[in-house]
């Protein structure tokens, strides 16, 4: 079991950066990708950002492509998300994923199905 604990959510206006971290605890040597999802009110869960944890290739929705980076720190058990240039179509609630299983299309795609285990979230609101 792999437990994920999401902080550095807040409020900021747009234009600014924000950087948020996942601490992850329990059985991560288990767990083959980890990922950034969102979820803007009335609408669905969006993957955001993925990295593979053998390869440490990293993907992105073309939303946030230039603007999010997902970085790790095997060493701090730590997931982040850097993400600049915020805009107010940002705003949602932000989720840490782990899987447990290597999909490769899951990955690139950051596909929801493919991740085991998740975060409580952690909110991001972008004013204009």
């Known amino acids: 079991q792999v437990q994920l604990v999401e902080s550095g959510g807040g409020s900021v206006q747009a234009g600014g950066s924000l950087r948020l971290s996942c601490a992850a605890s329990?059985?991560?040597?288990?767990?083959?990708?980890m990922a950034w999802f969102r979820q803007a009110p009335g609408k669905g869960r969006e993957g955001v950002a993925s990295?593979?944890?053998?390869?440490?290739?990293?993907y992105y929705a073309d939303s946030v492509k230039g603007r999010f980076t997902i970085s790790q720190d095997n060493a701090k058990n730590t997931l982040y998300l850097h993400m600049t240039s915020l805009k107010p179509e940002d705003t949602a609630m932000y989720y840490c994923?782990?899987?447990?299983?290597?999909?490769?299309?899951?990955?690139?795609?950051?596909?929801?199905?493919?991740?085991?285990?998740w975060g409580q979230g952690t909110q991001v609101t972008v004013s204009s």
């Open positions: 990295t593979s944890n053998g390869t440490g290739k990293t």
């Open positions: 994923a782990a899987s447990k299983t290597f999909s490769p299309i899951g990955i690139q795609r950051v596909l929801a199905g493919t991740f085991d285990y």
């Open positions: 329990g059985y991560t040597y288990g767990t083959t990708s």
